[in-house]
């Protein structure tokens, strides 16, 4: 079946460092793909999506391409703030039926 | 847009007795879903419903699990005969799905969940 893979956490940065967060999807066909993310003691919220290949999903300085060819949306941001820390889930669907989530990593970043 | 709201946040159960969670989308959305999430772990799938439709359930959805969405509003998730393996946040989520292409692809709106602790 379909199955998303992400990054062992913990990932812990300084503030204004480069954060990657690899993600790769196995799937049948192509599915779109989605960010969300989890901050400390609330629930989870989309952070970005995108449904092609190729798209870029794009919000509050994160980004992540829809790489068909490598079956994997990476989520970037170029500098990361403390406010940052939270539990990050990639994960797949087709056409809003089940969405499959990769098992979160979590981020701490540092003052 | 008042969210998802889940009750209760928290609920206590021994070994065998009966637990019953409730959903309440966003008032527009026309698909719900309920998931299970263990320490660490990412959200798995347990059912989903369109309007008063359930159209999938997951095979970790034993027969001791139920879930129901009458009228296509709020919807009730039943555990009967708790076991401790039972123990988790149980997430629930809504989303619009149309017909047009973004549509069918709207993301979910989460809840806080439900912690449910069997002992």
């Known amino acids: 079946g379909d199955s998303v893979t992400q990054m062992e956490g913990p990932v812990t940065l300084s503030e204004e460092a480069f954060l990657t967060i690899n993600c790769t999807y196995t799937a049948t066909g192509y599915p779109s793909l989605f960010w969300y993310v989890q901050y400390p003691g609330e629930g989870l919220q989309l952070l970005l999506k995108a449904t092609k290949a190729d798209d870029k999903g794009s919000n509050k300085g994160f980004e992540a391409t829809y790489r068909k060819e490598t079956t994997s949306f990476h989520l970037e941001k170029g500098s990361v703030q403390v406010s940052d820390s939270a539990v990050y889930f990639c994960?797949?669907?087709?056409?809003?039926?089940?969405?499959?989530f990769g098992p979160g990593t979590r981020l701490s970043v540092l003052p | 847009d008042t969210g998802v709201s889940q009750n209760p946040r928290h609920k206590i159960t021994k070994r065998g007795q009966n637990v019953t969670f409730r959903c309440d989308p966003i008032?527009?959305?026309?698909?719900l879903y309920w998931y299970r999430q263990t320490l660490g772990q990412g959200p798995e799938f347990l059912t989903y419903f369109q309007n008063e439709a359930q159209l999938e359930k997951s095979r970790l959805l034993s027969d001791r699990f139920s879930a129901e969405r009458p009228k296509g509003s709020f919807s009730t998730l039943e555990i009967q005969r708790t076991e401790q393996g039972d123990s988790a946040m149980y997430l629930c989520a809504s989303s619009l799905a149309g017909q047009g292409p973004e549509a069918l692809n709207s993301p979910l709106h989460f809840g806080n969940g439900t912690r449910l602790t069997v002992t």
């Open positions: 008032s527009e959305h026309n698909r």
């Open positions: 994960a797949l669907t087709y056409y809003g039926q089940n969405f499959v």
